[in-house]
T-cell receptor, first 113, second 113 residues
Framework: AQSVTQLDSQVPVFEEAPVELRCNYS??????LFWYVQYPNQGLQLLLK??????LVESINGFEAEFNKSQTSFHLRKPSVHISDTAEYFC???????????FGAGTTVTVRA | NAGVTQTPKFQVLKTGQSMTLQCAQD?????MYWYRQDPGMGLRLIYY???????DKGEVPNGYNVSRLNKREFSLRLESAAPSQTSVYFC????????????FGSGTRLTVV
């Protein structure tokens, strides 16, 4: 069975500074990897996903994540954050051809002016 | 608006009471899921339905039952609520499997006293 570890529970960051959220997974088979974002009092929204091919994936709002198979990681980065990026971010993994997603515990990002 | 609709949004129950959480999606998705979200634990899968007519246990099924009423609707029932079931419950759907990512509802905040 797969599992996900998000290495930081809280990340405070100043506006326009870069941010990195770390995610490691464990699985014995090939996987799909996802990042979801949850704004206050809302459901989760898909931010980006890695299925296969290029190891660097990007979202429409400036986030990117890189799949590193040797290190079993899928870290999320943004070079310059905005106040509106304040949210909780969840890394998730699924074994290929499975229905179920396993989520990490989440990382709360707080952006300050 | 297209998406996943959950009702109710808030509920307070007394220990031992029963209730059903409702979920409906209008995207013609095949698969539906119920997760619970607890602080510091991320989201944990309770039950899922890969397709109409099938249901399977997830990571934390004890104390819950589900019904896939039709392709659109997937309900979660608590037969005898316990304080440990105090949580935020999310319903999600996908076209089929994790490959497509999930679409989440806005959640039901349940308190059992």
């Amino acid at each position: 069975a797969q599992s996900v570890t998000q290495l930081d529970s809280q990340v405070p960051v100043f506006e326009e500074a870069p941010v990195e959220l770390r995610c490691n997974y464990s699985s014995s088979v090939s996987v799909y990897l996802f990042w979801y974002v949850q704004y206050p009092n809302q459901g989760l929204q898909l931010l980006l996903k890695y299925l296969s091919g290029s190891t660097l994936v990007e979202s429409i709002n400036g986030f990117e994540a890189e799949f590193n198979k040797s290190q079993t990681s899928f870290h999320l980065r943004k070079p310059s954050v905005h106040i509106s990026d304040t949210a909780e971010y969840f890394c998730a993994v699924s074994e290929s051809n499975d229905y179920k997603l396993s989520f990490g515990a989440g990382t709360t990002v707080t952006v300050r002016a | 608006n297209a998406g996943v609709t959950q009702t109710p949004k808030f509920q307070v129950l007394k220990t031992g009471q029963s209730m059903t959480l409702q979920c409906a999606q209008d995207m013609n998705h095949n698969s539906m899921y119920w997760y619970r979200q607890d602080p510091g634990m991320g989201l944990r899968l309770i039950y899922y339905s890969a397709s109409e007519g099938t249901t399977d246990k997830g990571e934390v099924p004890n104390g819950y039952n589900v019904s896939r009423l039709n392709k659109r609707e997937f309900s979660l029932r608590l037969e005898s609520a316990a304080p440990s079931q105090t949580s935020v419950y999310f319903c999600a759907s996908s076209e089929g499997g994790s490959f497509y990512g999930y679409t989440f509802g806005s959640g039901t905040r349940l308190t059992v006293v």
